[in-house]
């Protein structure tokens, strides 16, 4: 073998081990899932129930930035900008007046959030929702401006919300915002509704569309979990779902698509097991009056060829109200006295 040959043996064995290590290396880096809050009205009235008291809100912050949390938004997660270390999304739905004091606080504590705003709601005075010029005055603190639809309708019920939002939601708050934030890339889901033709279409309008499936983010798919925010759940839950997201490790993946109508559900089994540990957590309100809690699935769960099949039509019947037809939930498991969430987080429709 001539030495020119030998050369370019070399070099090709050089980059066969080089392509071998990075991929070892991508393997062996642990993966960052994000927990992501969502939070709407806030009260300085602990127990009036009809919003998250102001105070508890800067206990929260102050726990979390005393513990090295950073705040991010997604676009910085997809660019790599603000990785790695302990991040945190902070959301607010419905573009309650209340925000903005709710902005004075993160500001306290170095954290920015994204302002999920209704469109149609907003006008020059308002005594409930945001004003196009306090709305202008979180763009310039650095918060994001988002959208959340265009009338806070349910866009899988109503044609003309679901073509407004996509017609002129996103036109409407670049307006305002001007140029302190060039593009509106979020969106929030009315009410966390949606189908699997909602997102492929609007997905053309927005590049990332926030749910309230409960659960982390995995810093890729457009659809972002987020964990509802209610005032009668204990803050320690919170604290938890939080930290978890450093352990986070999902055991089982949806195998039905994500927003379809059907009685069954299937996952497929990544890894063993105990099936009766498995639950279903979800953030609708059960008919005892309570959100963010678990259910035994008992025996609408069972295991075929490593696919888990769940009967949550069954599932809903027993633990939600008869005209319950959607849920926005993760499956879990009961551990030290928390929860461990097993998957992301998903929504399904049941037939009627």
């Known amino acids: 073998?001539?030495?020119?040959?030998?050369?370019?043996?070399?070099?090709?064995?050089?980059?066969?081990?080089?392509?071998?290590?990075?991929?070892?290396?991508?393997?062996?880096?642990?993966?960052?899932y994000i927990p992501v809050l969502c939070y709407h009205g806030f009260t300085d009235d602990y127990k009036s129930g009809r919003g998250e008291p102001y105070e508890r809100f800067e206990t929260f912050l102050k726990h979390l930035s005393e513990n090295g949390y950073e705040s991010c938004f997604p676009e910085e997660v997809v660019s790599k900008a603000k990785l790695p270390g302990k991040k945190v999304i902070f959301t607010f739905d419905d573009g309650s007046k209340s925000h903005v004091r709710a902005a004075q606080i993160l500001n306290k504590y170095g954290f920015k959030g994204i302002f999920f705003v209704i469109p149609e709601r907003i006008a020059e005075t308002h005594e409930r929702f945001l004003t196009k010029r306090e709305i202008q005055l979180l763009a310039e603190q650095g918060h994001l401006i988002g959208a959340h639809g265009f009338q806070h309708k349910s866009m899988v019920d109503s044609a003309v919300e679901f073509r407004r939002s996509q017609e002129a939601s996103e036109e409407i708050l670049r307006t305002i915002v001007g140029e302190k934030q060039h593009t509106i890339s979020d969106f929030a889901f009315p009410f966390g509704y949606y189908n699997d033709q909602i997102v492929k279409e609007l997905r053309h309008n927005f590049k990332y569309l926030h749910t309230v499936n409960p659960g982390y983010w995995d810093g890729n798919s457009i659809l972002i979990p987020r964990i509802l925010i209610d005032s009668h759940t204990d803050m320690e839950f919170y604290i938890d779902y939080v930290n978890g997201s450093m352990k986070f490790n999902p055991t089982v993946s949806l195998v039905t698509e994500d927003g379809t109508t059907s009685d069954i559900v299937e996952f497929g089994l990544n890894s063993e097991i105990n099936l009766d540990k498995i639950e279903l957590f979800s953030v609708s309100r059960d008919t005892s009056g309570r959100i963010n809690v678990s259910h035994a699935l008992g025996n609408n769960l069972s295991l075929e060829n490593r696919v888990i099949r769940i009967n949550i039509k069954n599932h809903l019947r027993r633990y939600y109200s008869p005209e319950r037809r959607v849920i926005s939930y993760a499956l879990v498991s009961k551990e030290n006295g928390g929860i461990k969430f097993l998957t992301f987080g998903h929504l399904h429709w049941v037939t009627e």
């Open 1 to 32: 073998m001539n030495l020119r040959k030998s050369y370019l043996l070399f070099r090709l064995i050089i980059g066969v081990l080089l392509l071998a290590l990075s991929h070892w290396h991508s393997l062996a880096q642990p993966k960052t």
